[in-house]
């Protein structure tokens, strides 16, 4: 599975070149489009093995907070997220608990091919190319999803997340951030709806 991602580079040629023709605005349009369903269609197909769905990062490094920050909305909502602060391997206890088959991770994202703010959904074998990496283990990601497998009988895993603008310290996520967090809350509802999990109203 090769990573799917948002354009994020295609939403700034949009904005920065706003008299481009019609025509290139009617392609990158229908682009964005395209992306965006393949994004929702990733997490759905994936949401369909009912996966225990972990948000990580760190609240004490601005746009690393992603995670956590997502995986309180879905609480919110009444699908369980277990948080996991500063790696995965703080959660070791509850993953062996439950014993999931799958596993969705929500997490900043560093990729050396997508700019800051780009929605990245992706399996585990971005992480053992090295095409991503997600930003807050003290321990080798590529190491702790060998051990998921072999010692907990996880069979699938999915990341989920977008490339930060910031990791320096800082209690809030960066304006932008908060922005692409908003965009990537809209998928996971989408995806959630289309794979027909149960949640509760969003409070007004």
Not at 49 to 67: E, M, Q, T, V, Y
Not at 135 to 159: D, M
Request: hydrophobic share 40%.
């Amino acid at each position: 599975m090769r990573i799917r991602r948002s354009l994020k580079s295609f939403k700034n040629t949009w904005t920065k070149y706003g008299k481009i023709c019609l025509n290139e605005q009617a392609t990158l349009r229908n682009r964005l489009i395209a992306i965006r369903k393949e994004l929702i269609d990733s997490l759905t197909s994936f949401l369909n093995h009912n996966p225990l769905i972990l948000g990580i990062g760190s609240p004490l490094k601005s746009d690393d907070a992603f995670g956590l920050l997502a995986c309180d909305y879905l609480s919110s909502i009444g699908v369980e997220c277990i948080k996991c602060e500063y790696g995965i391997e703080t959660c070791i206890s509850e993953i062996s608990d439950r014993r999931p088959k799958a596993l969705l991770i929500i997490d900043a994202v560093l990729s050396r091919e997508t700019p800051p703010g780009s929605i990245i959904v992706a399996d585990e074998s971005a992480v053992v190319t090295g095409e991503i990496l997600v930003t807050t283990h003290n321990i080798p990601l590529k190491t702790l999803l060998e051990i998921l497998r072999k010692e907990y009988g996880v069979e699938k895993i999915l990341i989920a997340g977008a490339t930060p603008f910031s990791l320096d310290y800082g209690l809030e996520l960066t304006s932008e951030m908060k922005k692409t967090l908003e965009y990537f809350i809209e998928i996971l509802k989408q995806a959630l709806s289309s794979s027909g999990k149960d949640v509760l109203e969003e409070s007004a």
